[in-house]
């Protein structure tokens, strides 16, 4: 099985609707584009993987989201490196379809009270739904290292909470650390990295906006 050194990470970066919530009136969640700084923020993150990955081949996945495309472009990768596939198994999480702001962040309050995992929006998914998505994601992903030509680098352009459930599926992290942590800032990168005794860790944490609350038997 040719494991990958690395599996990086990266969210996108700043979208519309990450700087004005009523977008989500007017257009679809999936076809929200980059702000000007959300461009420039995906080329500083494209500047460190040209020089992480030098010359060598990646395996890139991207969300079908529109924001997510263009992170990638912005990366101004080598095409002769990479081979692009679109993934929509790590497409955001799904809160309907045209949205009202107002009964939004009324959903939202009832997810924080409820738990980030377990809520589900209305005409929506819960976290655990993206989690098995992600899961059986994570099963492809594996299949595809049985190829003993795979690149030694595999590159994932996703959302925060993907990023942060692909990690809970990868670790087997509990439901109180998942709960616990915070998404990461937009196209910013969180490495997988293969070490000598077979096992990948992670290059840097996600921060915690509070304590794991776990139910005690796997704390």
């Known amino acids: 099985m040719a494991r990958p050194r690395r599996i990086v990470l990266v969210r996108h970066g700043e979208s519309t609707g990450n700087v004005d919530d009523t977008v989500y009136e007017r257009e679809p969640d999936h076809a929200l584009a980059l702000t000007d700084l959300g461009w420039q923020q ?3 993150t494209g500047k460190r993987l040209r020089e992480l990955f030098g010359r060598e081949r990646v395996s890139v996945y991207v969300s079908p989201y529109r924001r997510t495309h263009e992170t990638f472009q912005a990366f101004h990768l080598d095409p002769e490196q990479v081979r692009v596939r679109e993934e929509p198994r790590l497409r ?24 980030h995992f377990f809520y589900r929006f209305a005409q929506g998914e819960s976290g655990a739904d993206v989690y098995d998505r992600v899961g059986n994601f994570l099963e492809s992903l594996f299949r595809s290292f049985e190829d003993p030509n795979h690149p030694p680098n595999v590159l994932i ?22 709960e616990s942590l915070s998404n990461p800032g937009n196209a910013e990168m969180r490495m997988l990295v293969l070490g000598e005794n077979g096992k990948y860790t992670i290059d840097r944490p996600f921060d915690r906006w509070r304590d794991p609350e776990s139910y005690g038997a796997t704390s």
Do not use: I, S
Not at 92 to 115: F, I
């Open 157 to 178: 352009v996703t959302h925060g909470l993907a990023m942060r459930l692909f990690c809970m599926r990868w670790f087997h992290w509990t439901v109180a650390e998942f």
């Open 42 to 44: 995906a080329e500083e």
């Open 92 to 115: 955001e999480q799904d809160w309907g379809n045209w949205q009202d702001p107002e009964h939004v962040r009324l959903q939202k309050a009832y997810r924080d009270a409820y738990g």
